[in-house]
Structure formats: C-alpha cells, structure tokens
C-alpha cells in the first residue's frame, strides 16, 4: 500500500547574486527566475513528495567595496515567502548590473554575509541553503577593506571564513547538520577551494564572463531541491 506520509520542511535560502556589469546580458534572467522561485520550488518540493511549511528568502548582491564603495553589497533581512512576496519582489526588481572595477569581485565578503544569517531553528526538519551566482573569480578577504564602509567583524582571511563554515566534529556558525552551499561559478580558484575544502558543497561550473549561460532555470531548480 502506498504512504501518504510526506517530510515536511522549513527552509532558508540566501541568494548571493553578482550584481556587476559583466552580470548584465544575465542578471534579468536570474531576477525573474528569484521572482517565480516560491511556485517553482513547491512545485518540484511536492512532486519529491517533500512539504516545505516555510520558506524564507534572504538576498546579498554584491560588487566590490574597493571599487564601489557604499554601493558594494545589498544585504537584506529574511522575507517570508509568500506573506512578503510583494516586499521581495520590489528588492529583486532593484538590483541592477553596475560597477565592478576589475575582474574579481567581493564574493567571499557576500558568502560570509550569508553564513552569518539569522538563520531559523524552529523547523524539527531544517536546510539552510546558500546559492551563489557570479561568473567571476573574488577578491582576498579583505582587499577593500581600507574603504569606509567596509564591514567590521568580517572574516579576516579565507582560514578564518573556512571555520565559520565549519566541518564535522568543528562546528562553525551554522547548523551543520541542515547546512548547504550551491555554487554556480566559474572554475577560479577562490570557488574551487571552497569546493574541495568545505563539506555540503556543490559547485556548477560556469564559464568566466559569460555569466552562467551554462545553466537552465531547471537545473537550478534541481539543483536546490536535491540538496533538501
């Protein structure tokens, strides 16, 4: 006879999106498909026959703090969706391709924004999701931290943000157990050693510049999904 019985979820996800000029030929793609993610995602979430009672969504856009300043990073609080879908619709229509200087970008500076979310604890079954979009590699921690607004209390060098990523038997500032970080980024070596060197990682090459033309919105679907 078969179950009805179906796991139910609650889910964090941060969106870390590359909001550069070499972002542009892609970065309306990537907003409508923030923007459809709720009915998409409950869609393929029941179709696995796994519920999800909550979903929040929280959005870091980052650029580069040496070359942008005040306009390096959009970090937002957690919207619940869909109560807030109006709310979190109005932050995704206005992130825009800008700025950027050189090639790489503050990506590390993003993620460790992300991990250092208010992540919720009240789900019995939990994930914690980190989904990163760029098509480029990243600055060192700290390059741009001579500019004013740069974030105090950030991770100081990449060692320092591996422990706040944590591994097993050495916790770090996430649930280790619910915790999940998808990359879709260029094969550089500040995303390839976070690949190789961090546990729940899983890392979809895109092709440096192109701005993640590789991936159909299907995939990326999946590719969240598969992690819950």
Same mark, same amino acid.
């Given at each position: 006879?078969?179950?009805?019985? /179906? ?36 869609? @393929? ?6 519920? @999800?009672?909550?979903?929040?969504? /929280?959005?870091?856009?980052? /650029? &580069? ?7 390096? +990073? ?8 869909? !109560? ?7 932050? @995704? ?8 200087g050189d090639d790489p970008e503050d990506g590390l500076e993003a993620l460790a924004y992300a991990m250092k979310s208010d992540w919720s604890t009240t789900a019995q ?14 600055? &060192?921690?700290?390059?741009? *931290? !001579? ?6 209390? +950030?991770?100081? &060098? ?5 422990r706040w990523w944590g591994s097993k038997g050495n916790p770090g500032v996430m649930d280790e157990s619910a915790k999940r970080l998808i990359l879709f980024t260029p !094969? ?8 190789? *060197? ?26 969240? !999904?598969?992690?819950?």
């Open positions: 006879m078969a179950s009805n019985f /179906r796991l139910t979820y609650g889910v964090d996800l941060v969106f870390c999106i590359d909001s550069t000029m070499s972002m542009d030929p892609i970065l309306d793609t990537v907003k409508n498909n923030a923007l459809n993610f709720y009915q998409d995602f409950q869609r @393929v979430m029941e179709a696995k026959r796994k519920r @999800v009672e909550q979903l929040r969504v /929280r959005i870091v856009a980052f /650029r &580069d703090y040496y070359y942008d300043g005040e306009h390096a +990073m959009l970090v937002t609080d957690f919207f619940d969706l869909p !109560s807030q879908s109006e709310d979190f619709e109005a932050c @995704v229509k206005c992130i825009e391709a800008n700025g950027g079954k939990r994930r914690h999701v980190i989904v990163v979009w760029s098509d480029e590699g990243t600055h &060192d921690l700290g390059f741009g *931290n !001579s500019v004013p607004n740069y974030p105090k209390g +950030m991770a100081r &060098d990449f060692n320092e943000l591996t !094969s550089k070596d500040s995303w390839t050693k976070i690949r190789d *060197n961090w546990n729940n990682v899983i890392q979809y090459e895109s092709n440096a510049g192109d701005g993640l033309r590789d991936y159909d919105y299907e995939q990326i679907l999946n590719a969240i !999904s598969n992690t819950i």
